[in-house]
């Protein structure tokens, strides 16, 4: 899984990037111009980013997208009927103590996108409580939403 963060450097100098490391093959920018947006999204599976704006001007080309994860609250920097019209998911990443989390919805577009994903097995290493069951991936775990 590809995941391309857009502005990393907006997320503060603290910030522990490894848990999304674990997830998949991570491209960082400290910071994406409107112009390098589309570019960049280009074979990205997932996009983070926190204030970047997207819309389908620089999604269009992004036909692997499956995920957007906003590290904010709200979405209003998203196209959401663009995203919702392409299958895209969008979810926000709880940042606390210098970490960001990944809240539990955020599995289940994955796994309609993803047939084998990552982040169940990260799940299971790290010991948040994440199982397999029914043989068809199910993404369960306990935490925060």
Known sequence: MKIVILDSGTLGADINLGPIRALGEVIEHKAS????????????DVAVLNKIKLNKSNLSEAKNLK??????????NIDIEF??????????????AGKLQL??????PLQRGIRRIQCLDALLKGGQGGRL?????????R???
Request: hydrophobic letters at 35%; aromatic letters at 2%.
């Open 33 to 44: 111009s409107p112009e390098e947006i589309a570019e960049r999204l280009a074979d990205a």
């Open 83 to 96: 995203c919702r019209a392409r299958g895209i998911g969008n979810r926000s990443l709880k940042a606390s």
């Open 103 to 108: 809240p539990l919805g955020t599995c289940q």
């Open 133 to 141: 069951t029914g043989g068809k991936g199910e993404c369960l775990a």
């Open 143 to 145: 935490g925060t939403v």
């Open 67 to 76: 995920l957007i994860c906003v590290a904010a609250t709200g979405y209003d």
